[in-house]
């Protein structure tokens, strides 16, 4: 009885991680399926080719061919690649150094426009990139940044969603904790730094897994701030789908999922635990 | 002991000020410069002409307001974000419920639901379209079961994509979210309630639901920032100028903005902004009903 | 699990910080991984701040081919056509020496395109029908073998070798060419047969012409005058098609040490760099795989509209000899040195935008260059390279500038929405700033709005339709043109199983062909747009005619098989001022009678000229019998930044632009919009018929202007929302009815955002 009922529930939930599961799959097999293959089962679907797509859940002769055409043919992937990092790492960082201290002080310290100073957060936090793309040109131009790596990297540093999600998970640090450090004679900073970074580790590492997933697949800023293409991250590597390139359209996919995927491996279990204590009430 | 503990926490209370100004003036110093003089200066646009020389007054947002392609947008926009928030709220919430209930697989299943965080955009697009273009594998599926094909990007089958989408992409963030949720109501309430004889949907509804109001602030907040997001893939897909289902509010400012209708792309934004303020206001009742 | 995490995070980060550091020492790497790409995204025509390279014309007084090399001791050496006379500088060519070459009493070397000279005194070159040679000063002769070359002997193909250059004492580059189609053929006796081989091609020496065979797939692309297609009779011709080689060879025993897979090579330096010509610039080719943009010839005569480079050498010093062969002038030899008090004069900087690379403004910056010594042009081209940047990327970065206040100076606008630029008031207005009288008025006259003028089209094309005159009277309407068209015959295949067809009788013919479905498209939609959308206005009824002529055109001629041989459609033909001009197919059917008419865009008056006779009786030319009459598509549209800090040395620019040194040549993206530069074009064409006793140009050009009266929406995003549903139209996964609903539906919020 119990065995069914644990079958019962279990079916939606395969269910549902087919549906969630089975893109990503796709994907993986169709950067190892021959040029021609690809034409035959998705050629309907991204070019104009007539018919049905269709998917083979193996392919019929796997290959490397479009992996290899990439890595050696375009060398520019490989520069795209490690500019991504170039941007990518310091916005995390300063994700981190920025927004830690100023999440802190937004969720622990008790003072006059705490909750005026949260709200502004919030509402950046949510207002669409287009909004402010002209005056944030300005601004950058005005810095003499334009054209530089920091016109993308700084924005995303000072960014207020990672600020808001360990504001989060610094709420759920026990007061009691704070006044045990301060009785012990620590200042504000020993008390963040002894007690509020350990704990809020969680929240903090959610916030930098998040960080680098929406840095990582950033494309209007690096687009419009760096004139140069030279320095553009992979985000911007997405050739013309036609049907020449599937194979090659297939692996630059997955080959932008693979860094992001194992940073996202690493840090699921902390992503997990932050977005929790994002959840979690005093 | 406890007047000891009360005066150390007024001092803390009183003393907090020039602490929290060290400590915000980073962060803060650069929201201003990157995001807050701009959202500032966008205010000012919609008050101005395109090159922002002349003062217009209310022009643009009169124009605006008129608008049918504004109407259009806002409605849809609307519609989407009341469609799937709850809706994501749902579904996540009853992933989170039956992944309670079901501990040995946990782990993978949790790990499936937050892959699609991971998946670049780039790549949903490509996904996306060998799903649902018209010879997409989606209608594949539709004509081997023997129905008729859909045209997913042109019809009004596009909304239910985006819809899609969405609960694709953020159901296994939710789901977390959920679970902390779930995980904070206390054993005891539970034992008091099967005590008390109260069946399974009794419980969930006198003791789970209540228990996870706080959790809905969090969730729904969260929930509306990514209902944002979404507009990079359907923009991706489906282009400028989208089925008329799926024609939000980026899109239409996007298109001002290639047409260099700066003054009523700001005027727009100043109302979406104040609309988004109002919205976090009445939701930080629930994230902040402690204080 | 924690600690590799964090692990992981601080490799990362120290790995950053490596990078940091690294970066400021290797700025010159950086540069390299920028121009890597191919092409340079920005062209700085004399643009650094701290000098630039100047140019100084060296070529010694000859009159015709020359023949330049730079001997071991770095001194220049030169010979004019048939080795007659021998030319030496000890001083980077500012004074020749003239003594007797070895071609004083020898008519040997008359066709001698290019020699080096040995370390040891004699001449490296090519001799007619004997191959490599080297010639020793008392006439001598000695062969040098090149398998290849000598193989092309053996069998009788046409061969050239346009490059001969000493790199230091032991190697030699030399750039040959067999002719690949003779050879193709012999081993491919059926494949082609319908091509007759060099017959009416425009004489044989196709330097530098790249060709390509893969399997059947032809690819042509040609970079000088000289190779040609044309038709006459039942044939199609190609000629000059050469497969270029370039490789270094041993000098003494002619074995060959490596095969360079550079195409377009000028020239080489004895570190092993390998300079190309690519567009209008000279790349260097490293030993180590690295590609740089070495001189940009925009500035240049060489990259100029009336000259390309020929060959190239470094000589000490950084000091660059460029040999240039001009179109219709005696060859050149320029000298480039880099000058670091170049002077550039503030108010004559000005940044120039355009979403395509555009020869025009190439031309027109070569132009005020040469009169502007000091001027700095930027020419930034927003779509290249191999970038996933889009129209939309492109623009959406432009629009930020301009309203930050910080655009470029001119904007080219072809492409993008012209009228949300020039209505919002980001342009200048230049009425007064300019001159605009040279243009047709009636063209014009659609971009001057209350007296402003923000736009001016600098070239046009006119969507036309071609053919014998009883044919055209029939076809004087759109309907009209689709009665004619269905009741017509079935068209003949562009390519059979065979090859290339030729001609079908008079009685067979269909009325028109096209390449492609999106051949077919462009016209009709370049001819129809105006009728459809007016203002903010969308015309169901003419969108709906629109729909259903196009749709019969398309399912009368089979125009969505795709056809693997004719994709793209066109063909290429060199000529015509050394640029490759593309034909497109539908006029190609009709050169080769088969079919009755071709509808095509007017943008090449010598193709045009061409066109009036394919053998059987003159033909007439016609506008293309659209839903709205009188419609011209503007090309090169330019219009200056209201925010521009020179707005005299800009509109100077644009008055450059419409100047006859630059509308006479065509560049191939319209006709040029002044009467004079129409007028210089035709005399050029006459010059050259004079010449061949062949008719003068005979279309009357002003009449057909002059009944020009709208201007065509060329933007981008409005084409693509109808293309992607005329596809599906024609495809039949749409009816018609759907198709306008389709249409009405995007271009209804479309429309909605402008109003």
């Known amino acids: 009885m119990k065995r069914i009922r644990f079958c019962i529930k279990c079916v939606p939930l395969i269910a549902l991680a087919f549906l969630v599961v089975w893109p990503l799959w796709f994907m993986v097999m169709g950067s190892l399926m021959p040029l021609d293959e690809l034409r035959i089962t998705i050629g309907p679907a991204l070019t104009s080719a007539e018919g049905q797509s269709v998917w083979p859940i193996l392919p019929s002769w796997p290959t490397l061919q479009p992996m290899v055409s990439l890595l050696l043919d375009m060398p520019q992937f490989f520069t795209m690649f490690w500019n991504t990092f170039k941007i990518v790492i310091p916005s995390v960082v300063g994700q981190l150094i920025l927004g830690a201290p100023a999440a802190w002080a937004l969720s622990r310290f008790r003072f006059r426009g705490r909750k005026v100073a949260a709200t502004v957060y919030i509402s950046l936090m949510l207002m669409p990139f287009q909004v402010t793309m002209v005056p944030n040109y300005l601004v950058i131009d005005r810095l003499g940044l334009m054209g530089n790596i920091w016109a993308v990297i700084l924005p995303f540093a000072f960014s207020a969603f990672p600020v808001f999600i360990m504001m989060r998970a610094f709420d759920a640090v026990p007061r009691a904790l704070m006044e045990a450090a301060n009785i012990d004679g620590a200042g504000r900073l020993r008390t963040f730094v002894y007690v509020g970074l350990p704990l809020g580790v969680p929240g903090i590492l959610a916030a930098l897994v998040l960080g680098f997933l929406e840095t990582w697949g950033a494309i209007e800023q ?13 985000s911007l590597f997405l050739p013309q789908i036609v049907s020449e390139e599937l194979g090659v359209a297939m692996a630059a996919s997955l080959l932008m999922l693979i860094p992001a995927a194992l940073f996202f491996f690493f840090g699921q279990k902390y992503l997990e635990l932050g977005i929790q204590s994002a959840g979690i009430k005093e | ?57 209310l022009e643009s947002y009169v124009s605006v307001l008129n608008n049918q392609a504004f109407r259009l947008a806002a409605a849809n926009t609307l519609k989407f974000a009341a469609v799937c928030i709850p809706l994501l709220m749902v579904v996540s919430l009853g992933t989170a419920l039956l992944l309670r209930s079901i501990k040995p697989m946990g782990k993978f299943f949790k790990t499936a639901f937050l892959l699609p965080m991971a998946v670049p955009v780039a790549s949903i697009v490509l996904l996306w379209q060998a799903l649902f273009n018209e010879g997409g594998l989606a209608n594949t599926v539709l004509l081997r079961v023997g129905l008729e094909p859909v045209a997913f990007m042109d019809s009004g089958a596009a909304f239910w994509v985006l819809v899609f989408t969405y609960l694709w992409k ?64 359907a923009y991706l897909v489906a282009g400028a100028y989208p089925n008329d289902s799926m024609y ?44 | 699990m924690k600690k590799w995490f964090v692990c992981f995070v601080c490799a990362a980060g120290l790995l950053l910080l490596a990078t940091a550091c690294g970066r400021n020492g290797e700025g010159g790497e950086g540069a390299n991984e920028e121009t890597s790409r191919g092409e340079s995204r920005r062209v700085e025509a ?84 004997y191959g490599m040679t080297k010639l020793s000063p008392d006439g001598t002769t000695e062969h040098f073998p090149v398998a290849e070359i000598d193989d092309a002997i053996a069998e009788g193909d046409s061969h050239n070798v346009s490059l001969i250059q000493l790199l230091d004492d032991q190697r030699v ?21 319908n091509i007759t081989h060099g017959q009416g091609s425009q004489g044989s ?57 550079t195409p377009g090579t000028l020239g080489a330096n004895n570190n092993g760099d390998v300079f190309t010509l690519q567009g209008h610039s000279i790349l260097r080719h490293t030993s180590d795989g690295h590609i740089d943009t070495f001189l940009d010839g925009t500035a240049f005569t060489f990259g100029s509209a009336s000259g390309t480079a020929a060959a190239m050498q470094e000589i000490a010093d950084g000091c660059i000899i460029v040999n240039v062969s001009m179109y219709g002038q005696y060859n050149r030899l320029f000298r480039y040195t880099w000058d670091h008090d170049a002077h550039v004069n503030p108010q004559k900087t000005i940044s120039i935008w355009s979403l395509e690379d555009n020869e025009t403004v190439r031309a027109a910056i070569t132009e005020i260059w040469r009169l502007h010594p000091d001027a700095c042009i930027t020419y930034e081209i927003a779509l290249s390279g191999d970038n996933a940047v889009s129209v939309s990327d492109a623009i959406r970065t432009l629009n930020t500038r301009l309203l930050s206040g910080r655009g470029p100076d001119i904007l080219i606008l072809d492409g993008t929405p012209v009228e949300s630029y020039a209505n919002r008031g980001m342009l200048l207005d230049l009425t007064g700033r300019m001159d605009v009288s040279g243009i047709y008025q009636n063209l014009l006259a659609s971009y001057t709005d209350n007296g402003r003028l923000h736009v001016i089209p600098t070239q046009f094309m006119i969507p036309a339709l071609l053919g014998d005159r009883s044919e055209l009277s029939n076809v004087r309407t759109l309907a009209a043109l689709a009665d004619s068209v269905v009741n017509g015959n079935p068209a003949a295949p562009l390519i059979s199983g065979e090859g290339m067809l030729g001609g079908v009788p008079k009685e067979e013919r269909a009325q028109l062909h096209f390449g492609d479905l999106r051949e077919l498209f462009d016209i009709m939609w370049q001819a129809n747009a105006p009728a459809i959308v007016d203002g903010n206005r969308l015309d169901s009824d003419m969108l709906r005619a629109f729909l259903e002529t196009t749709k019969a055109i398309s399912d009368m001629y089979g125009l969505t098989d795709t056809n693997e041989m004719m994709a793209g459609s066109s063909f290429l033909s060199f000529g015509g001022g050394g640029r490759v001009n593309t034909v497109p197919a539908s006029l190609v059917t009709y050169m080769l009678q088969s079919t009755n008419m071709g509808a095509f865009a007017v943008t090449n008056l010598s193709l045009l000229h061409t066109m009036m006779d394919r053998g059987d009786g003159e033909a007439f030319i016609e506008p293309f019998p659209g839903l709205a009459p009188g419609v011209w598509i503007p090309s090169t549209l330019a219009g200056v930044s209201a925010d521009t800090a020179n707005p005299d040395f800009a509109a100077a620019f644009i008055q450059t632009l419409l100047s006859v040194q630059v509308q006479q040549i065509n560049h191939g993206l319209g006709l040029p919009i002044t009467r004079s530069g129409i007028a210089a074009q035709i005399d050029l064409i006459n010059e050259l018929m004079r010449e061949r006793n062949m008719p003068l140009f005979g279309v009357d050009l002003d009449a057909f202007i002059a009944r020009l009266n709208t201007p065509t929406n060329i933007e981008t995003t409005l084409r693509n929302m109808v293309w992607e549903t005329v596809e599906r139209l024609c495809q039949g996964r749409l009816d018609v009815e759907g198709a306008v609903r389709e249409i009405e539906q995007s271009i209804r919020n479309y429309l909605a955002e402008r109003s």
């Open chain 3, 46 to 129: 004399g643009g650094e701040r701290s000098g630039r390279y100047a140019e100084v014309d060296i070529t010694p007084p000859i009159e015709g081919r020359i023949i330049s090399m730079v001997a071991q001791d770095g001194s220049l050496v030169a010979f004019d056509e048939g080795l007659r006379t021998r030319y030496d500088s000890g001083d980077k060519g500012v004074t020749w020496t003239q003594s007797p070459g070895p071609g004083a009493n020898d008519d040997r070397f008359t066709n001698v395109q290019s020699a080096a000279l040995l370390p040891d005194g004699r001449l490296l070159l090519y001799l007619q029908g």
């Open chain 3, 173 to 193: 580059l030399l750039n040959y060419g067999v002719d690949w189609l003779a050879r193709f053929m012999r081993e491919n006796p059926t494949g082609m047969n």
């Open chain 3, 205 to 261: 020496g196709a330097t530098g012409s790249r060709t390509e065979v893969r399997t059947s797939e032809v690819r042509m692309s040609g970079s000088t005058a000289g190779g040609g297609i044309s038709a006459g009779g039942n044939n199609i011709s190609l000629g000059g098609m050469f497969g270029q080689t370039t490789a270094i060879h041993d000098i003494a025993t002619g074995s060959l040490i490596s095969d360079l897979e």
């Open chain 1, 222 to 234: 690096p687009m419009t701030f760096l004139n140069d293409p030279a320095s553009w991250p992979i």
């Open chain 2, 1 to 57: 002991m406890s007047k000891a503990f009360a005066t150390i926490w007024r001092n803390v209370r009183k003393g907090d000020g020039p602490a929290a100004v060290a400590f915000l003036a980073p962060s803060f110093g650069g929201i201003t410069v990157f995001f807050l003089l701009p959202l500032i200066d966008t205010v000012r646009r919609g008050f101005y002409d395109v090159r922002g020389v002349n003062f217009i007054g």
């Open chain 2, 248 to 291: 939000l509010l980026q899109h239409l400012f996007n298109n001002w903005f290639m047409n260099l209708d700066i003054s009523r792309l700001s005027a727009a934004a100043t109302m979406l902004g104040v609309a988004l303020l109002l919205i976090i206001l009445v939701m930080r009742r629930f994230l902040d009903e402690k204080d």
């Open chain 2, 170 to 233: 953020n159901n296994g963030y939710n789901m977390i979210l959920w679970l902390a949720g779930l995980d904070g109501i206390s054993e005891t309430l539970y034992e008091a309630a099967h005590a008390d004889g109260a069946n399974a949907l009794q419980t969930f509804r006198y003791v789970t639901l209540p228990c996870l109001l706080p959790t809905v602030g969090v969730v729904s907040i969260l929930s509306l920032l990514n209902s944002f997001r979404v507009f990079r893939e």
